[in-house]
């Protein structure tokens, strides 16, 4: 099963199982490229937050007309930040942003409670690593990793580049099927 991709400067699918990093500088707008990502070719869709909380993830669903239907969300920062939050059948919860094991539970009753075509966004390992750690954010990601492979879904990992050491970004890239470079101009590009 093969899963299209309508992002600028590359491949017009990929392969279920998939794991899709996106570079970006730390102010780089994302969210034309994530909702794209989101938008095509899905029957349901995880947006793991730990950048932003729900409701900012479903104004820019809203904004980017991203059919909300098909969403659950995946808040990380609701709790910690003491905000109201109500869980819902589509909105969940974690403590906070390095509550790496609940994010990684969260997406696997995602994946086992759904059927089709399903992607997942984290947004992202930056906010991941800086919380909790870089070693323990690169084994929430291999253990996300393995779950898309397990579940025949996709994923498009966020990280901000020029937040972390050169070698733990390469590292990052060695995990990943597939790069997309944002750059400060907003210019796309992919290695696959």
Excluded at 71 to 100: K, M, Q
Excluded at 105 to 130: H, N, Q
Excluded at 157 to 165: D, G, P, R, S, T
Excluded at 166 to 172: A, C, F, L
């Amino acid at each position: 099963m093969d899963y299209a991709l309508t992002i600028e400067n590359t491949p017009d699918s990929i392969p279920a199982g998939t794991g899709v990093l996106l570079c970006h500088p730390s102010t780089g707008e994302t969210d034309r490229i994530d909702t794209d990502f989101l938008s095509t070719d899905t029957d349901r869709f995880l947006v793991i937050s730990t950048r932003t909380t729900a409701r900012e993830v479903e104004q820019k669903l809203e904004h980017y007309a991203v059919d909300r239907s098909k969403a659950t969300i995946l808040d990380a920062l609701s709790v910690e930040r003491g905000y109201s939050r109500r869980s819902g059948n589509d909105v969940h919860y974690v403590a906070s942003p390095d509550d790496l094991d609940g994010i990684v539970e969260s997406t696997r009753e995602f994946l086992d409670s759904t059927d089709g075509k399903r992607r997942v966004s984290v947004d992202s390992i930056t906010e991941m690593a800086y919380y909790a750690d870089e070693e323990r954010a690169r084994e929430a990601v291999e253990a996300l990793l393995a779950l898309l492979e397990e579940h025949d879904a996709v994923g498009l990992f966020h990280l901000a580049e020029e937040v972390h050491e050169e070698s733990v970004v390469s590292g990052y890239h060695e995990l990943f099927e597939g790069v997309i470079t944002l750059d400060p101009d907003d210019d796309v590009t992919g290695e696959f």
